[in-house]
């Protein structure tokens, strides 16, 4: 579903499907490690801004799939959006709210 999406040495994976043997060693960044000095990932602001968030069960796995794609492209397109952010799911929001997140993060 994706909401447990963390980045391992900077690669993008579902944690659900790691060992954490397989992590040993490693760095595993979670959606906690997004915040910088206390202050939100710009992802995470613009999450709350734009109402992307609901429940809160998905909200994790979206904010680390948006930075690791804005990341990677500071200037997605929406298909791009899309495509990255096809493998989480959310039942409350809807998509219209995250993709608008992370259009408001994209330079």
């Given at each position: ?6 980045l ?14 397989q ?36 909200t994790?796995?979206?904010a ?11 200037s997605p ?26 259009r408001?993060c994209?330079?």
């Open positions: 579903c994706g909401s447990c999406s963390v391992l040495d900077g690669v993008l994976v579902c944690s659900c499907l790691v060992l954490a043997a992590a040993d060693g490693h760095v595993v960044e979670t959606v906690e490690g997004l915040a910088a000095e206390g202050e939100l990932h710009p992802v995470q602001a613009a999450l709350i801004e734009a109402g992307g968030v609901q429940c809160g069960f998905c994790p796995g979206f680390v799939v948006a930075a690791d794609l804005l990341r990677r492209s500071p397109t929406d298909d791009e959006m899309r495509e990255a952010l096809s493998g989480n799911l959310c039942r409350c929001t809807g998509y219209a709210k995250i993709i608008e997140a992370v408001a994209a330079r």
